[in-house]
């Protein structure tokens, strides 16, 4: 048998609204992050009438370049996206090798992992320092920041929609909040939420906003909380990721170290992983992508290191990360971005007590999004 070849015919980028289940607050470093935006996606149609679509980030790049080769000469199913050049499609590319090989993503990198994959909460951001309403137009006396009440507000209602596990945002004190106010907040918050959830995982993101000696004492005072994991404690410093790495083995040995999310050389935070300063990495499900995923993974399995794709701010990014997880392996937990994107139906996807389970139809098995 020989499987159909299809030549791309034509690839368009559709932009999708997005919504979050409410307004996201500021991180340590940047500003809110509203309420969803758009998802851009690209669509690629065949002359066999097979389509294959996926979420682009960045510049994006030629279509002309694409158009006209047959899918061989775009992808390959033992390694992914050929070409660099192509990547920007690395999405849509592996939906499609898939709806042509009638085959999931998770089953087309390998089926290393388990079909049922736990996803933490990732939307749990600064949005106590943030008034109800943040409309400029409807300026409001009484409009004052609503405090850590609704941090708590939040992960209740993101566990009503069945996450078990939250992501704290954390670093208030690095450009939001006097320092040592900041810090406390951090640390009253981190154990607020353990109080609420004596089980739940919990993992706290500083975005960079603390240094060594700040984020130590951080993990001082919450040591009996027993984090999952600390992510982005500080801006990458092989030095001060061993300090870290002692001091957890310390204060609180089963915290897992997780960075790389924004890694310009991943090359060199390799060293630093296989040392063991850091336990998990995290670069992007679509910047970093699946492709260059597949290369990594068995590498980082040589040597003992967790991944975790990044995937806040797009819904879809969840989905493609638990089939990475699904088909790779070495991805124990990965990161939840709560919401919808209109157009896209992804009933498939079956998510309770903090498990998505992916589906076991072809590509990601998602329809083509309806705008
Ligand atoms: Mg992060």
Redesign the pocket.
């Known amino acids: 048998m020989t499987l159909a070849d299809p030549t791309v015919t034509r690839v368009d980028v559709v932009a999708l609204p997005t919504y979050y289940p409410r307004r996201v607050g500021r991180n340590a470093r940047l500003g809110s992050h509203g309420t969803g935006g758009e998802s851009r996606v690209a669509v690629i149609s065949t002359d066999t009438r097979h389509t294959g679509w996926g979420l682009v980030e960045g510049p994006g790049g030629d279509v002309a370049d694409v158009v006209g080769h047959p899918l061989s000469d775009l992808v390959d199913p033992a390694g992914g996206t050929r070409h660099e050049r192509h990547l920007w499609l690395d999405i849509a590319l592996h939906d499609l090798l898939g709806v042509v090989q009638d085959l999931p993503v998770h089953a087309l990198l390998g089926g290393r992992g388990d079909r049922s994959v736990e996803v933490y909460d990732g939307a749990i951001y600064l949005d106590d320092l943030d008034p109800d309403d943040l409309d400029p137009d409807d300026l409001d006396p009484d409009d004052a920041p609503r405090g850590p009440q609704v941090v708590l507000e939040n992960c209740r209602s993101d566990a009503a929609a069945g996450y078990t596990g939250f992501k704290l945002k954390i670093g208030r004190g690095h450009r939001w909040m006097d320092r040592a106010a900041g810090d406390a907040r951090d640390v009253e918050i981190t154990r607020r939420v353990r109080e609420a959830w004596p089980d739940a995982k919990i993992l706290v993101?500083a975005?960079d906003g603390y240094d060594l000696d700040g984020f130590c004492r951080y993990l001082d005072a919450v040591a009996d909380v027993g984090l999952y994991w600390v992510?982005?404690p500080f801006p990458d410093d092989p030095g001060d990721l061993a300090a870290l790495r002692r001091h957890r083995d310390v204060v609180s040995p089963a915290t897992r170290i997780a960075e790389g999310?924004t890694a310009p050389d991943v090359e060199a935070l390799l060293p630093v992983a296989e040392r063991h300063d850091i336990d998990v990495l995290?670069m992007d499900v679509v910047s970093f992508g699946i492709t260059r995923w597949r290369r990594l993974v068995p590498r980082l399995a040589d040597a003992g290191v967790e991944a975790s794709p990044?995937a806040?701010g797009r819904p879809l990014k969840t989905l493609y990360a638990a089939h990475m997880a699904a088909g790779l392996g070495g991805m124990p937990i990965v990161e939840g971005v709560p919401g919808r994107t209109d157009g896209v139906d992804a009933s498939g996807y079956v998510f309770v007590d903090g498990h998505l389970t992916v589906p076991d139809r072809p590509g990601f098995g998602l329809p083509l999004p309806r705008p």
């Open positions: 993101d975005n992510e982005e999310e995290l990044h806040w």
